[in-house]
């Protein structure tokens, strides 16, 4: 038994078959689509009303607990899944008491379920219980060696534990075993191996996570700056020219290769960019063309532009 700001945390919960880790992870995805669906008039109505970013999340999964609460009292068979859901979404959006009680009561209806001691260590974490924490990741790992989460989650208490080496060492391990890993555990990794002086590691890392979910801009955007701090302007470029492919507004990324370009002499290219950049930022609205950063963003290019009349226009740098 373990203590959580003056609660119980019962320990049950075993991690179970990986191919049941699995499943629930994608059970998890497919009933959250079809309680969306099945809010979706409760939902329209709240998107309605004017309200900032973190009320709309509050009132979205205010509405899913909701549908969770009504689907755990329909339920004709074992509901355990549904309470350890239900649990995570209190976790998230704070809501301690409910989700420690939910996640015994999945536990008690289904000592197997896959996941529990996971959830309940990300609560003792998220309660600042680090130790407790630990300790319950562990059990999870020896239960479960192959739940890429569980050694995301025991990592990120290690780095709050100051334990940075061991944390860097859990992240690569979960890695491995999440196919398609949120690109802030890529992230994270990465900063912890900049934090240890290892950047050439930590571009393996990126480059393992892009590897798996694509080009994407946390990680190519990150790798990018990393390439430029280790004195590779090269690399850079061609990290930014994926970037500009995928990108829907590209008029940021010209003025950046702009600059890029300048700094390594390369002053063709470099006007060229920034003509590209306030052409982009032309196509915009209006109303986006006189938002402050865009207005900022001309201004910048302009004086960098101004920088260069004389400059040589000859051919292209070499």
């Given at each position: 038994?373990?203590e959580?700001?003056?609660r ?9 078959a ?5 499943r ?19 939902a ?13 999340a ?14 755990i009292?329909a ?14 979404l209190?976790?998230e ?5 409910g ?5 015994a009561?999945?536990a008690?209806?289904d000592?197997?379920?896959?996941g ?6 990300r ?5 600042g219980q ?10 999870a ?16 208490v290690?780095?709050?534990l100051?334990q ?13 075993h999440?196919?398609e890993?949120?690109?802030e ?6 900063r912890a191996?900049v934090a ?12 393992a996570g892009?590897?798996k979910?694509g080009?994407?801009?946390?990680l ?6 990393l390439?430029l701090?280790r004195?590779n ?11 500009l492919a ?10 950046r290769?702009?600059e890029?370009?300048?700094a ?12 590209a950049?306030?052409a982009?930022i ?6 986006l ?11 910048d290019?302009?004086t960098a ?5 004389n ?8």
């Amino acid at each position: 038994m373990m203590e959580a700001a003056g609660r119980t945390l019962l320990p049950w919960g075993f991690c179970g078959a990986a191919r049941g880790r699995e499943r629930f992870a994608g059970c998890r995805r497919r009933r959250r689509g079809a309680w969306r669906w099945r809010a979706v008039v409760l939902a329209a109505c709240l998107a309605a009303l004017p309200r900032p970013p973190a009320a709309r999340a509050h009132g979205e999964a205010h509405l899913l607990i909701l549908e969770l609460t009504r689907q755990i009292e329909a339920a004709t068979n074992n509901a355990a899944r549904l309470y350890l859901e239900r649990g995570e979404l209190q976790r998230e959006h704070g809501m301690y008491d409910g989700a420690e009680a939910d996640y015994a009561r999945a536990a008690q209806l289904d000592p197997d379920l896959p996941g529990v001691d996971r959830c309940q260590a990300r609560l003792l974490a998220d309660l600042g219980q680090l130790a407790a924490a630990r300790a319950r990741f562990d059990r999870a790992l020896e239960r479960c060696p192959d739940d890429g989460e569980s050694w995301v989650g025991r990592a990120r208490v290690l780095l709050r534990l100051d334990q940075r080496r061991a944390a860097i060492a859990d992240y690569w391990r979960g890695l491995e075993h999440l196919r398609e890993p949120p690109p802030e555990y890529v992230v994270e990794l990465a900063r912890a191996l900049v934090a240890e002086e290892q950047t050439a590691e930590a571009l393996r890392a990126l480059d393992a996570g892009i590897k798996k979910l694509g080009p994407i801009l946390p990680l190519q955007g990150y790798a990018l700056e990393l390439e430029l701090a280790r004195q590779n302007p090269a690399a850079a470029l061609a990290r930014l020219e994926t970037i500009l492919a995928r990108a829907l507004r590209k008029e940021t990324w010209f003025a950046r290769r702009g600059e890029i370009f300048l700094a390594t002499g390369k002053v063709v290219e470099a006007r060229q960019s920034y003509h590209a950049a306030l052409a982009a930022i032309d196509r915009l609205p209006g109303r986006l063309q006189q938002s402050p950063s865009m207005v900022k963003l001309r201004a910048d290019v302009k004086t960098a532009l101004a920088g260069l009349t004389n400059a040589p226009a000859a051919g292209p740098s070499k």
